[in-house]
Antibody, heavy 120, light 112 residues
Framework: QVQLVQSGAEVKKPGSSVKVSCKAS????????FNWVRQAPGQGLEWMGR????????KYAQKFQGRVTITADESTNTAYMELSSLRSEDTAFYYC?????????????WGQGTLVTVSS | DIVMTQSPLSLPVTPGEPASISCRSS???????????LDWYLQKPGQSPLLLIS???NRASGVPDRFSGSGSGTNFTLKISRVEAEDVGVYYC?????????FGGGTKVEMK
């Protein structure tokens, strides 16, 4: 199993971009799929997309298509989620969640979350 | 996209008593291998979600056996045999059959 540690809280202006990182440790990075899930204040969970390092492929929820980019750097065992054209509605906790690409489809491991605040 | 619907929205519970949460999907979560791709997660106050149950009924590592999952097709249930104080939080079901992954709206479990 991997342990996931995310980058710290961010405050951004409307229209700007944010890039959140998720560093994995404890197992072979390329064996895992990295998902991003967000949670607006007081709201439920929303899946944004995922990246499979061994394939180098990303898939995104339609809602975020064109605004989100999920990548990974195997040299540093780190996954990234970049969201552009930020608006106030993007204020939320962003979670990295992973699962073994071969053995699991569940979100087995979660990062601690990163609060992104979008405010002018 | 698969729509997930949970009930109830809120569930007041008494310690030591059983509790049950329902989750319905807009299409069957049964795949060709005979597995149901339905997960349950618990988000305790101020914490990240954690996996409780995968594939409809498989408890995740370290999850107490008072938690159990059941169901098939489009209807699933999470049961807590005897609720403890540490079980408070919001429970979510999620379909893991296809992307995009989709979650139910959540059930808030709180002590009476």
């Amino acid at each position: 199993q991997v342990q996931l540690v995310q980058s710290g809280a961010e405050v951004k202006k409307p229209g700007s971009s944010v890039k959140v990182s998720c560093k994995a440790s404890g197992d072979t990075f390329s064996s895992y799929t990295f998902n991003w899930v967000r949670q607006a204040p007081g709201q439920g969970l929303e899946w944004m997309g995922r990246f499979i390092p061994v394939l180098g492929t990303a898939k995104y929820a339609q809602k975020f298509q064109g605004r989100v980019t999920i990548t990974a750097d195997e040299s540093t065992n780190t996954a990234y989620m970049e969201l552009s054209s930020l608006r106030s509605e993007d204020t939320a906790f962003y979670y990295c969640a992973s699962h073994h690409s071969t053995w699991s489809s569940s979100l087995d491991n979660w990062g601690q979350g990163t609060l992104v605040t979008v405010s002018s | 996209d698969i729509v997930m619907t949970q009930s109830p929205l809120s569930l007041p519970v008494t310690p030591g008593e059983p509790a049950s949460i329902s989750c319905r999907s807009s299409q069957s979560l049964l795949n060709s291998n005979g597995l149901h791709f339905l997960d349950w997660y618990l988000q305790k106050p101020g914490q990240s979600p954690l996996l409780l149950i995968s594939l409809g009924s498989n408890r995740a590592s370290g999850v107490p056996d008072r938690f159990s999952g059941s169901g098939s097709g489009t209807n699933f249930t999470l049961k807590i045999s005897r609720v403890e104080a540490e079980d408070v939080g919001v429970y979510y079901c999620m379909q893991a059959l296809q992307t995009p992954r989709t979650f139910g709206g959540g059930t808030k479990v709180e002590m009476k």
